[in-house]
């Protein structure tokens, strides 16, 4: 039977269709490994910048010198540190290249190279330096004259309260008011044994819902009644005291 031109010309299109998708599934797998290895590399960089920053701190606040094996340590803790490293754990060089300029300065640096998910990739053979610097402890304790003076402590007050806060979300300051039914405010009382009055500001009815904390005296309409917003205001402990504050009872 002959074949129509038509039905050729269909035969050829289906054909480069099929090759076209047998092409597609590698490249995609090639685009994806590709990805996966940037964010690996980059995970590892940051991996190894925190060991060298390990290290050169652990050398500081045990006055110390400094020692890549510190460092080491610390990456060998974290989960597959190396696996995009060519030659693994032994392909990362970690060493102390001594104080760069003047006194009082310690550094680490790191070399390695980046090894492909496969020899496929064209990746090439790069090669990554890392280096982190940081002062040295220079002996300086503090016990003379000239020391500078501890930093003050802050704390924080209200305008129409008597205590003074060491967290600034202390419940003390960030009043929650609660719904009640007004019909229980009769025998209501706050956590001092004070009874509630109706607020000044809002004039709630009484009767329906109305809001209360249980260190205030007054009953309100709203939740957002301006009277249940307190300013509050940071200044120092040692001001706090002159003024006559005092502790709080929970957070000071």
Sequence with gaps: MAITETEKNRREYRGSIALEAAMAVPIFLFFIMTLLMGIETVRLQTNVLEALNEGVGKAYSQRTEVNGNDASEYLRELENPFLCVAGGEGGIRITDEGPVSGEGIISLSASYGIRPFTELMPVGNIRIRDRVFAHAFTGYTGGGSGDIPPPEEYVYITETGTKYHRSAVCTHIRVTPRAVDASMLETMRNRYGARYYPCERCRPAATGIVFLTGEGTRYHSQSDCPSLSRRVSV??????????????????
């Design 235 to 252: 200044i120092t402990l040692r001001e706090a005291i002159g003024l006559g504050y005092t502790a709080c009872s929970k957070c000071g």
